[in-house]
C-alpha cells in the first residue's frame, strides 16, 4: 500500500508542478500581449494626433491664402468680386 501511496503523492506532485509551470507560461504570454497592445494603442494615437496637427495647419493655410485672394480681387480696378468654389 506504501507503494501505490508514494506512487500518488508523486503524480499530485507533479501535477502540481505542471500546474503552476502553465499557469506561470500563460501570465508570461497574457503579459506579452498585453504590452503590445498598449504599444499599438500608443502608435495610433501618435499617429492621430499628428495627422491632426497637420490638417490644422492645412487648414489655417487654406483660410489665409482664400483671404488674401479675396483681398487682391477686391483691389484692382475693374474687377468684380466672384465666390470662391467651395
Not at 501511496?5 to 503552476?20: F, G, Y
Not at 502553465?22 to 499617429?47: H, K, L
Not at 492621430?48 to 482664400?66: C, D, E, G, M, W
Request: charged share 25%; glycine share 2%.
Amino acid at each position: 500500500m506504501t507503494t501505490i501511496d508514494s506512487r500518488n503523492a508523486l503524480n499530485k506532485t507533479e501535477i502540481d508542478q505542471m500546474i503552476q509551470s502553465v499557469t506561470a507560461s500563460v501570465a508570461s504570454e497574457w503579459n506579452a500581449v498585453n504590452s503590445a497592445f498598449a504599444d499599438r494603442i500608443a502608435e495610433y494615437i501618435d499617429a492621430r494626433n499628428k495627422i491632426q496637427a497637420h490638417l490644422a495647419k492645412v487648414i489655417v493655410i487654406t483660410v489665409i491664402y482664400s483671404s488674401k485672394k479675396k483681398g487682391d480681387r477686391s483691389q484692382k480696378k475693374n474687377c468684380y468680386l466672384t465666390n470662391d468654389p467651395k
